[in-house]
């Protein structure tokens, strides 16, 4: 797939930072296209070229992210643990963002979208469960809780810190559940 050519770099770039004072100030929920559109001094028609509405603005960047933190093992020599640390980075990237959409004035849409992702993503590295058991719920929950208060926190620590204390508590959660037998 070619890159956007630098005009629709510069807009994505212009909207998204436009989403995230918008949802800092009025919340995810309340937000509109005309609003975005304007903050961002773009056209509507620029905004529909790009997207067809403020959620998929926003599962663009957050599937973007999944991507590389999903892609084929075989392709792909990065641990599970790397991934995660990676996909870290990415959060840190975007703080904003993130700490918007999974802030008070948020979206629970998106963070059930997130939960979603990570508990299909982690149900992979889990043989023989399958993404609507326990196991990946609870780690799911735990990854998101794990941003959240990172992101609440200012980021106290670097994304591979975090990424290594939430990796441990997830280990010992999968331990948990292979000792006595829940999925």
Known sequence: MSQPNVRVRRTRALLREALVELIEDRGFERVTVGELTSRAMVSRAAFYRNYRDKYELVEQIFDEAMAEMTADDEADPRSPARRWADFLGHIDAYHRLYGALLGRKGSPWFADRMRAALAAMSSGHLPGRDPDSLVPSVISAMMV??????????????????????????RAVIEVAADTGTG
């Open 145 to 170: 809780q794990s941003i959240l208060w990172w992101l609440e926190h200012d980021r106290p620590c670097a994304s591979d810190e975090i990424a290594e204390r939430s990796s441990r508590l997830i």
